[in-house]
Every structure is written in structure tokens, then in C-alpha cells.
């Protein structure tokens, strides 16, 4: 029984990385879009 519910934690733990990791690439790519139109809306005001 403590073996399953270690796997059963185990198999938890991992989904719970996953969806965090996923959170943060998405986080990540928000940013750089961000970044990138503030760069071009900077860029064509100045020009």
C-alpha cells in the first residue's frame, strides 16, 4: 500500500511540474511578444 500511494504521489509531482513548466514557457512567450510590439511601436514612432 505505502508503494502505491508513493507512485500515486510520484505521478502527481510529475503532472505538477509539467503544468508549471507549461506555465512559465507560455508566461515566457507572452513576454517576448510584449517586448517585441512595444519595440516596433517604439521603432516606427521614432522614425
Known amino acids: 500500500m505505502p508503494l502505491q500511494?508513493?507512485?500515486?504521489?510520484?505521478?502527481?509531482?510529475?503532472?505538477?511540474?509539467?503544468?508549471?513548466?507549461?506555465?512559465?514557457?507560455?508566461?515566457?512567450?507572452?513576454?517576448l511578444w510584449y517586448a517585441c510590439a512595444v519595440y516596433t511601436v517604439c521603432r516606427m514612432s521614432c522614425q
Open 5 to 31: 500511494q508513493l507512485i500515486s504521489d510520484r505521478v502527481n509531482n510529475r503532472s505538477m511540474e509539467g503544468r508549471y513548466f507549461f506555465l512559465s514557457c507560455n508566461l515566457t512567450l507572452d513576454l
